[in-house]
C-alpha cells in the first residue's frame, strides 16, 4: 500500500458498529420511554431477538484493552451480578409481553470465563427459561485462554454453545509483558483444542497489530503459530489507541512504543497475505474466516450484519444487551445501560431498565444506516429506488470523487463498490456518509485512527 495513501487518510473515525455512532447519538430527543417504544415496535415486526450479556470482571488489567471491565479477585462478586442481570431480563420481558425467539446469545466481558461453570449454567437457564429457542440458535462466548476450563467447555456445550472466540493479541514475550496479557502459545494450544474435543464448531482467535514494541516478525511468528492451530475465523484489526477515553488502562506504555501508521499498515499486509494463503477468507473489515465457517456463508447469501457485537451471521432482529454498559439495538433505537456496576445495580434494585443514554433515528438516520452496513459488509452500496436516496446524497458523492481518483472507490450509475485496493480506507468511505460527524465537528478527538 502507497506511503502516501496512508498519510493521507488515516484520521480519527469510528469502526462504525452503529450508526449514528455513540458520540453523535441525539440525547435530547431520547428517553427510556421512546427507547421503550422503538423496541416494542421492532419486536411486533419481528418475534426474534439477538441477545448480549455484559459479564464485566476480570482478575487482572489488561493494558490494550478498551472494553468496560471491572478488576477484582472477588468471586463473591458473581452471585449478585446474575441476579442483576436476571432481573433486568424480567424487565425486558415485561415490555416485550410474549415469549421472544432467541436467535442469538453472545456473552461479552470482561472476562466471561471469571464466573464458574455453575454460575454461567444458572444465568443461561433462567434466561432461556422465558424464552424459545432451537438448533439454529447461535450460542457464543468470549474466553480467555489462561482460564477457560474444560467445565466451563462442558458446561457451555450443554447448553448448545457451539462457537467460542480466544483473545490471542500476540506470542511476542515482549509485547505481552507491555499489554499485561502474558498468554503462551501452548495455553492457546489447550484451550482450541479442548473446545474442539468438547463439541464446539467454530473456534475464533483475535489478533492485533499495532501493539507496542510489536514488530513485523511479531506479526510472521503469530500468524504462524495461529495456522498450526487453524481456527475457523479470525479478527486481525488495528489496535485502538485511545487513552483519552480509557484511562489508565491505556497507559502502560508509552506513545513513542507504538508503531508508526506505515509500520502497523506493513503488519496488516503481511498478515492479511499469509491468512489468505493458509485459505481464510476477507471478511467486511478486518475479519477472516474459512469458507466452512458461518460467516463465511453469510457473505456468500449477502446475510452479514454488523453492530455492537462485530459482524454476526444474524439480521433483523432486535438485540438487547444485558449488563453494565451493554448497549441494545431495536434498528429503530439504541440504548446503553449504565456504565458503573453500582449504577446499574442501584437501577435494577429500583426495578427501572438501567438505561442512561441512547438516540431514537429518525428517518434519514435509517436510510443513512442501511448504506453504511451495506459498506461494512459488502463493499458496496446502490441508492437505485427512492428509498434509498437521501437529499444529502450529491454532496456525499462530491466527497468520494477524491477517493475515485486515487481509485478506492468505484461508481456505477446508482450505486458504488469499493475495489480491494479500498477496503483498507472502508471507514474513510464510510465517513463520507455520516452527516452527523459532518454536522458536529469535534473539539477532541474521539476515535482511534482509521489505517
Not at 475457523?232 to 484511562?247: C, E, L
Not at 452496513?373 to 436516496?389: P, V
Not at 478506492?408 to 463498490?417: A, H, I, K, P, Q
Request: glycine content about 6%; some cysteine.
Amino acid at each position: 500500500m502507497s506511503y502516501n495513501l496512508i498519510s493521507k487518510y488515516n484520521v480519527p473515525g469510528p469502526r462504525y458498529t452503529s450508526y449514528p455512532t455513540v458520540p453523535y447519538w441525539d440525547e435530547n430527543t431520547f428517553s427510556p420511554g421512546s427507547w421503550k417504544r422503538s423496541l416494542k415496535r421492532s419486536f411486533n415486526e419481528n418475534k426474534e431477538i439477538s441477545l448480549y450479556i455484559h459479564l464485566p470482571f476480570c482478575e487482572s488489567l489488561c493494558t490494550f484493552c478498551g472494553c468496560n471491565k471491572r478488576i477484582t479477585k472477588k468471586h463473591a462478586v458473581e452471585t449478585p451480578y446474575i441476579e442483576s442481570v436476571l432481573r433486568e431480563w424480567e424487565l425486558y420481558l415485561e415490555i416485550l409481553e410474549e415469549k421472544p425467539f432467541i436467535r442469538e446469545v453472545h456473552l461479552g466481558g470482561g472476562t466471561p470465563t471469571f464466573f464458574a461453570p455453575e454460575n454461567l449454567k444458572f444465568l443461561l437457564n433462567m434466561i432461556f427459561r422465558k424464552a424459545e429457542r432451537d438448533c439454529k440458535t447461535e450460542l457464543s462466548f468470549e474466553g480467555h485462554p489462561n482460564n477457560t476450563t474444560k467445565e466451563h467447555l462442558k458446561v457451555l456445550a450443554g447448553l448448545g454453545f457451539k462457537r467460542v472466540s480466544y483473545g490471542v493479541q500476540d506470542y511476542s514475550e515482549k509485547v505481552q509483558k507491555a499489554i499485561h496479557r502474558i498468554q503462551p502459545f501452548q495455553h492457546v494450544k489447550n484451550a482450541t483444542e479442548h473446545a474442539r474435543e468438547t463439541g464446539f464448531t467454530s473456534v475464533g482467535h483475535d489478533i492485533i497489530f499495532g501493539l507496542p514494541f510489536q514488530t513485523k516478525e511479531d506479526i510472521i511468528d503469530t500468524v504462524e503459530k495461529t495456522k498450526l492451530l487453524m481456527p475457523d475465523r479470525i479478527a486481525f484489526y488495528s489496535y485502538a489507541h485511545v487513552p483519552w477515553i480509557k484511562g489508565n488502562g491505556q497507559r502502560g506504555f508509552k506513545d513513542s512504543d507504538l508503531p508508526e501508521a506505515d509500520e502497523k499498515r506493513e503488519m496488516y499486509e503481511i498478515g492479511k497475505q499469509m491468512l489468505e494463503d493458509a485459505g481464510y477468507v476477507e471478511i467486511g473489515m478486518d475479519h477472516f474466516a474459512l469458507k466452512t465457517d458461518s460467516l463465511y456463508k453469510a457473505v456468500e447469501e449477502k446475510k452479514l450484519h454488523r453492530n455492537f457485537m462485530g459482524y454476526t451471521t444474524s439480521s433483523g432482529a432486535s438485540m438487547i444487551g444485558l449488563g453494565v454498559s451493554a448497549i441494545s439495538d431495536s434498528w429503530y433505537g439504541f440504548a446503553q445501560n449504565e456504565k458503573s456496576v453500582e449504577a446499574y445495580q442501584e437501577q435494577i434494585a429500583e426495578g427501572i431498565i438501567p438505561v442512561f443514554r441512547g438516540h431514537i433515528l429518525n428517518e434519514e438516520d435509517l436510510v443513512i444506516r442501511k448504506h453504511i452496513l451495506n459498506l461494512m459488509c459488502r463493499m458496496e452500496t446502490s441508492w437505485a429506488t427512492a428509498e434509498d436516496y437521501f437529499e444529502e446524497l450529491p454532496e456525499v458523492l462530491i466527497k468520494l470523487r477524491e477517493m475515485e481518483a486515487d481509485e478506492l472507490v468505484t461508481f456505477s450509475e446508482n450505486g458504488l463498490t469499493i475495489p480491494e485496493k479500498g477496503r483498507p480506507f472502508v471507514r474513510n468511505i464510510c465517513m463520507a456518509f455520516d452527516l452527523r460527524m459532518q454536522a458536529q465537528k469535534p473539539n477532541t478527538q474521539l476515535f482511534s485512527m482509521t489505517v
